[in-house]
């Protein structure tokens, strides 16, 4: 299995503006101190291993959308603004093959930064291409309608494209995986994903508020992430935040997923719905302290713990 991550911000993008690359450019060529770098390999090495993610990179900017490769079909998780630039890949083959095109697309839930890439994602203008749009609302078609319309986004779709509803708690054989779909607590309600094929198990779960330890809820999603390979996982606020002023607004934080992850025996979680209002330098001490966490909290836990950002790709 591997997995994309095309898109990884939460609520709206988020794009770096002019004064954020030049704080990065500063710090880059601050932390040179002196330093000569010989040749290209050197100011590669010096990109890649020395200067920190805050500086030589940038989480991102679309909103959620996570491709599943290791099926038999297109498996894509969400359709927020990442799907534009997943799309561009799906180009023909050298040799005039359109490749396989057939898409399954599973919606955690119909907010907008989950669903607003949709009109920009190109196989739907094309007669070759069969979308399947899975998830648990009843009104997934009415909501991909209403983007449609004459005042929203007036286009013709044209590919083959029809609705599965899913029920949280069962089992789906669907592109050559076996999908466990579980309900989540979030305004209007949302859905996560476990995918398994043979050798590797990923979860897909965003936009999910977790409710107190020890919790009949906690006790279901332990056992929905029961060692897993990856786990996707929203972690939007920091627990001050996530328990305070964001109580009730349906995401999680990252003390919370640190210990589900845990408990759960995880092998690798990847904090996910990235908040949109914090920057580079934020998220990336955002990451440190939740490390940092789990060394406190499960000392010698071998768990591996990252930040989405836009363009990973995880192997497993
Ligand atoms: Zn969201
Ligand atoms: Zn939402």
């Known amino acids: 299995m591997k997995v994309h991550f095309w898109g990884t911000r939460g609520s709206l993008p988020a794009a770096a503006s002019t004064l954020d690359l030049k704080r990065k450019v500063f710090g880059a060529i601050k932390s040179l101190a002196g330093r000569h770098l010989a040749g290209d390999d050197d100011v590669r090495e010096f990109l890649e291993k020395e200067l920190p993610f805050h500086l030589a990179g940038h989480y991102g900017t679309n909103t959620p959308c996570v491709e599943i490769r290791g099926g038999t079909e297109h498996v894509i998780c969400d359709a927020g603004t990442g799907i534009r630039d997943l799309s561009r890949t799906l180009g023909v083959a050298p040799d005039g093959d359109p490749g396989e095109r057939v898409f399954n697309i599973f919606l955690s839930h119909l907010h907008w930064d989950h669903i607003q890439g949709f009109p920009f994602f190109m196989p739907a203008y094309s007669e070759g291409s069969r979308i399947v749009v899975y998830g648990g609302h009843p009104d997934m078609?009415?909501?991909?309608?209403?983007?449609?319309?004459?005042?929203?986004?007036?286009?013709?779709?044209?590919?083959?494209?029809?609705?599965?509803?899913?029920?949280?708690?069962?089992?789906?054989?669907?592109?050559?995986?076996?999908?466990?779909?579980?309900?989540?607590?979030?305004?209007?309600?949302?859905?996560?994903?476990?995918?398994?094929?043979?050798?590797?198990?990923?979860?897909?779960?965003?936009?999910?508020?977790h409710l107190e330890e020890g919790s009949a809820d906690e006790r279901r999603f332990i056992e929905f992430f029961r060692n897993a390979d990856l786990v996707i996982i929203d972690a939007q606020y920091p627990l001050l935040d996530a328990f305070s002023v964001k109580e009730n607004w349906g995401h999680s934080n990252n003390i919370v997923a640190v210990e589900l992850g845990a408990k759960a025996g995880v092998r690798r979680l990847v904090l996910f719905h990235n908040e949109p209002t914090v920057d580079d330098h934020g998220l990336e001490t955002f990451l440190n302290d939740t490390r940092r966490y789990l060394e406190i909290y499960d000392p010698g836990n071998p768990m591996q713990i990252d930040l989405a950002y836009d363009g990973m790709e995880i192997e497993i």
């Open 141 to 209: 078609k009415a909501a991909l309608d209403y983007q449609r319309g004459y005042s929203n986004m007036p286009l013709p779709v044209k590919a083959d494209l029809s609705f599965r509803r899913l029920e949280p708690g069962r089992q789906y054989e669907i592109a050559g995986f076996q999908v466990l779909v579980a309900s989540q607590n979030h305004p209007g309600d949302s859905y996560g994903y476990r995918f398994e094929v043979e050798g590797g198990s990923v979860v897909y779960s965003t936009d999910s508020e």
